[in-house]
């Protein structure tokens, strides 16, 4: 009898035990996503702040250096991000990708094309492990938390990714906080003369390269943009702290997963790559990839020059995109719980809807900078980065969706279109009117919207016609 109750004492000791530890992984995995989350805000605090400044401090340059980064970008999808996955392990190879964002920051002090370019070649080199490596972090980590709790793994994929663009969007509040605050103290660096008239035939869809810097506005002093390039640099380092000291190896949580990052090299993960544009899903998805890439570069380095920059001055594109920040890390996570009731396919259409109405809006619009227009600016960037948080949360997690098993690999394709988005919008943003961009970023959206519904269509009917065949056998 004393045996039997020592028995059942045990038992009930282990269960409490295990029940404990379950409830310690559940609490250890959420500190992970928000861990690696706030890492990439204070990275990316530096990096977008600089991104967005670059058309207005150095003109041309600024988006030929761009246009590097996502060029180089597409060779380190192909080499590089399973190849130091499989041999660091997500977490160090997000910490040393972080580290090749820094020669960029550096360059800003002497921004030069033998200086820019090399460092913009090397942001590109660390970009795709660093974003393949985060992409693959989170969805294992949904994988083993959907062990714990028996949630849908495809659900906490979506989840954590509106968790982590949450807290990752956050860094365009910081980064154009730190820049505006900096460009504002002392000197103005407002318009030379306040020729309304001016502003109104330039501005807006009417800017062609070279309006903004010949005509309206003095640049920034080289002392704020070093000022600038310190403070960003010390957020690096502080993000590399953050992955090294608190982010957990993914070995604790993948069990023995055998993913399409074991052992696949270079030209391998480039066999892959190929083949899966066989595969009917991925050619449709391709417009809308490629579109992301397109609508941030266009946000970053055309509609801060053409509209904000050009009539109220480049002191003020920080504090407008403060707004975007706000508002696309509130689309993040708000998004992820609405589609529970809606579906992804009517929040992606209401993005599209949304994005189609900012494009023709800003066709027809002439700003002007006056302070009865000012807040038009706020609206639409605001507006701009709510479609935004919708397109980073669905259509990052629907890859890893659609390709189970081979997450490594369709998220270094998903960086391979989406840059080849970035370049195409950098390489021609020196060259063409607004007007024509607009025109361009319509007519993709148009096709990959789409391609993507149509993606999402041939789901069911494969499922229906597999639940027939089994029936009639």
Request: positive net charge; charged residues 15%.
């Amino acid at each position: 009898m004393t045996s039997r109750v020592v028995s059942t004492s045990m038992d009930s000791t282990v269960r409490e035990s295990a029940a404990e530890m379950k409830r310690v992984g559940k609490r250890r995995m959420i500190f992970n996503v928000v861990a690696l989350s706030i890492a990439f805000m204070v990275h990316f605090t530096a990096f977008a702040g600089i991104n967005n400044l670059q058309s207005s401090i150095n003109a041309g340059l600024g988006q030929a250096a761009l246009a590097t980064i996502y060029g180089s970008l597409i060779f380190s999808n192909v080499f590089l991000p399973v190849v130091m996955i499989k041999y660091l392990g997500c977490k160090w190879a997000v910490a040393i990708s972080f580290t090749a964002y820094m020669p960029y920051i550096a360059a800003q002090y002497h921004p030069e094309a033998y200086t820019l370019i090399p460092a913009a070649l090397a942001v590109g080199f660390g970009g795709a492990p660093l974003w393949c490596g985060k992409c693959t972090y989170l969805t294992v980590i949904a994988e083993a938390y959907s062990s714990v709790t028996k949630i849908p793994s495809d659900v906490l994929v979506v989840r954590f990714f509106g968790l982590f663009f949450m807290i990752f969007q956050c860094s365009q509040i910081w980064g154009n906080l730190i820049a505006s605050t900096v460009l504002s103290t002392g000197e103005s660096n407002d318009l030379k003369a306040p020729n309304l008239t001016l502003i109104r035939s330039i501005c807006g869809a009417k800017f062609c390269p070279g309006y903004a810097n010949d005509e309206t506005l003095l640049p920034p002093s080289e002392d704020k943009v070093k000022i600038i390039a310190a403070i960003y640099l010390g957020c690096m380092v502080c993000a590399v702290g953050i992955v090294a000291i608190f982010v957990d190896p993914l070995s604790r949580y993948d069990g023995g997963r055998k993913g399409s990052g074991t052992g696949i090299g270079g030209l391998r993960l480039l066999a892959i790559t190929l083949k899966l544009l066989k595969d009917f899903k991925q050619i449709l998805l391709l417009p809308i990839t490629i579109w992301l890439g397109m609508t941030q570069a266009f946000l970053a380095a055309d509609y801060t020059a053409a509209f904000i920059t050009c009539s109220w001055g480049v002191r003020n594109v920080g504090y407008v995109m403060i707004c975007y920040g706000v508002v696309n890390s509130f689309s993040a996570i708000t998004t992820g719980w609405i589609v529970k009731f809606t579906g992804r396919q009517a929040v992606v259409c209401s993005a599209g809807l949304l994005h189609l109405g900012l494009i023709i809006f800003l066709l027809n619009w002439v700003p002007n900078g006056t302070e009865d227009e000012r807040y038009k600016f706020f609206l639409i960037t605001g507006l701009w980065g709510f479609a935004d948080g919708v397109w980073l949360v669905q259509i990052n997690a629907f890859c890893g969706i659609l390709f189970p098993g081979k997450e490594e690999a369709a998220y270094s394709n998903f960086r391979l279109w989406e840059s080849l988005g970035y370049i195409a919008a950098y390489s021609y943003s020196a060259h063409l009117c607004i007007i024509l961009k607009l025109y361009l970023l319509l007519a993709v959206m148009l096709i990959g919207v789409t391609g993507y519904l149509v993606v999402e269509n041939l789901k069911p009917r494969r499922r229906l016609r597999k639940i027939k065949s089994a029936e009639q056998t």
